[in-house]
DNA sequence: GTATTGACGCTTA
DNA sequence: GTAAGCGCCAATA
């Protein structure tokens, strides 16, 4: 690679040193379609397991819609956010069955099987 | 430089 | 078995 810069972050054109959130996005984006990823499971591949809460702000900081999926990542339970942007947390669900992940039906919660879904870098 | 916040995750009461 | 709180990491005010 290119030599290391002191201040990379000075220019925007850093490549070097991304944000957080936009290290968050590279992988977001690489969750194959079926499949969801967990907000630890973001971190963990980042390299910060316990910045599982970063990871969903990041997310929900900068949504750019259509080019990140933000519908495919969901809690370690499998449960999806509280207060999704996209329309609602039905519209979420119906996103990822399109995409053939399953979902648990648990009365009133519904999750994502992960046993079968979650993805693996 | 300090304090607060934040789509979580885990431990303890 | 259920509920609540604390802690981690990073960014922002």
């Given at each position: 690679?290119?030599?290391?810069h002191?201040?990379?972050?000075?220019?925007?054109?850093s490549?070097?040193?991304?944000?957080?959130?936009?290290?968050?996005?590279?992988?977001?984006?690489?969750?194959?379609?079926?499949?969801?990823?967990?907000?630890?499971?973001?971190?963990?591949?980042?390299?910060?397991?316990?910045?599982?809460?970063?990871?969903?702000?990041?997310?929900h900081?900068?949504?750019?819609?259509?080019?990140i999926?933000?519908?495919?990542?969901?809690?370690?339970?499998?449960?999806?956010?509280?207060?999704?942007?996209?329309?609602?947390?039905?519209?979420q669900?119906?996103?990822?069955?399109?995409?053939g992940?399953?979902?648990?039906?648990?009365?009133?919660?519904?999750?994502?099987?992960?046993?079968?879904?979650?993805?693996?870098?």
């Amino acid at each position: 690679m290119s030599s290391i810069h002191t201040d990379a972050r000075d220019t925007d054109e850093s490549f070097f040193l991304k944000p957080f959130n936009e290290r968050v996005y590279d992988i977001v984006k690489r969750i194959p379609r079926g499949k969801v990823a967990t907000y630890g499971q973001i971190a963990a591949l980042i390299g910060s397991p316990r910045a599982s809460r970063f990871v969903g702000f990041a997310l929900h900081a900068n949504p750019e819609q259509g080019v990140i999926p933000c519908h495919r990542v969901v809690f370690k339970s499998g449960a999806l956010a509280p207060g999704f942007a996209f329309g609602g947390p039905d519209r979420q669900r119906k996103l990822l069955e399109d995409e053939g992940v399953r979902f648990i039906d648990s009365g009133e919660q519904v999750v994502v099987d992960l046993s079968q879904c979650r993805w693996k870098a």
